[in-house]
Nanobody
Framework: QVQLVESGGGLVQAGGSLRLSCAVS????????MGWYRQAPGKQRESVAT???????NYADSVQGRFTISRDNGKKMVYLQMNSLKPEETGVYYC???????????????WGEGTLVTVSS
């Protein structure tokens, strides 16, 4: 069974940094795109950053220049380095991955359960 598990969340002061990690486990054939999303209290989940299997990245305008997404295909990990954090970026951060299972010709989108990031002012 495929699982995604996030880690690295916590409490940080405004202007501080955190590094989130997401580990993929289970029997998989290939991981396509991976991404990080966040959901602030009372708001919808939004995309923060995505990375393709080849390493191409995309960022939300609000985090461009402060956040960096990266991946380690050998370890089946995706990371999010977050610098200069702002209080409004408090929320639950989720990773996802488009995963092709053995014997399948298409990807399925899997989500982790999230890790809480709290940025104090």
């Amino acid at each position: 069974q495929v699982q995604l598990v996030e880690s690295g969340g916590g409490l940080v002061q405004a202007g501080g940094s955190l590094r989130l990690s997401c580990a993929v486990s289970g029997s998989i054939f290939r991981i396509n795109a991976m991404g990080w999303y966040r959901q602030a209290p009372g708001k919808q989940r939004e995309s923060v950053a995505t990375i393709s299997s080849g390493g191409s990245t995309n960022y939300a305008d609000s985090v461009q220049g402060r956040f960096t997404i990266s991946r380690d295909n050998g370890k089946k990990m995706v990371y999010l380095q977050m610098n200069s954090l702002k209080p409004e970026e408090t929320g639950v951060y989720y990773c996802n991955a488009d995963i092709v299972l053995p014997g399948r010709g298409y990807g399925i989108l899997y989500w982790g359960e999230g890790t809480l990031v709290t940025v104090s002012s």
